[in-house]
């Protein structure tokens, strides 16, 4: 069965997920992602990344991201590529009003990861750009996350380039971006605890390898946007705020 679609009612305007294809609902999979550590030899990818547990940093871009959202001139539209996470949405609601769309696109990218085995000529990309029902230049502001660490330079160019045709002039995304290439076996949650607190949140997933784009080729990916801030957190993260200009 396809995930339900939630709507989620609060201070915003309107909190919506999509509904998913019927292999991108994990379920019961997640109790066997804990037990997992490198996978077989031929398919492994080593060293994995020790859980690093719970860490928290300063964030001095999600603030300028909000206050740029805040200051459109209309009812602002936020897409969230990450899951639901109570605390930001809390956040989110206090701060803004506005129409917040979550898509959680790592869920995506797990049930691929999955089954890519068993299905090899499936497209990521086409499956990560049909997630979205909102038309061109439609987005006032779009968290990424750490979404780009996980995707193929193919996949990266073209998912990049349908953030950008979301995105109204003016329009925001944020991202993180890693510095190290590594084995990992887990993605993160990050959770505002406020406006300037953000807490890495480690959850399971199967092993996989994680890029680190130079800053050079991130300023390539996002081309029509102009990079407004770019901090290197304690996490060995770029947080990078970018920005629509026509």
Known sequence: MPRSHRVLESALSSISTPEREPYAHIGSSV????????????NSI?????????????????????????????????????????SNLSLFS?????K??????FADIEAYAQRRERAPATNLADLLTSRFPQPPRSVDGILCWDLFDYLDPS???????KLTELL??????HGLFSTTP???????????????????????????????????DIHLLFGDLEVTDLVL???ATRETLFRRRR
């Not at 917040?100 to 696109?105: A, C, G, P, R, V």
């Not at 996949?155 to 380039?161: D, E, H, N, P, Q």
């Not at 109204?168 to 995304?173: A, D, E, F, V």
Request: with cysteine.
């Open 31 to 42: 109790t066997k992602m804990y037990k997992w550590g490198a996978r077989k030899s031929g």
């Open 46 to 86: 080593q060293p994995l990344t020790p859980d690093p547990g719970y860490t928290t940093a300063r964030s001095v871009v999600i603030p300028r991201f909000l206050s740029a959202v805040a200051n459109r001139p209309h009812q602002p539209v936020i897409v969230d590529l990450g899951p639901v996470i109570g």
């Open 94 to 98: 206090k701060r803004l009003s506005c």
């Open 100 to 105: 917040f769309y979550i898509q959680d696109l």
């Open 155 to 161: 996949t990266g160019r073209i998912f990049a380039s």
């Open 168 to 173: 109204k002039t003016g329009g925001m995304l």
């Open 182 to 216: 590594t084995g990992v076996a887990h993605y993160t949650r990050f959770v505002l605890d406020t406006e300037d607190s953000l807490r890495h949140q480690p959850y399971p997933a199967t092993p996989t390898r994680r890029s680190a784009l130079a800053t050079r």
């Open 233 to 235: 957190l304690k996490s």
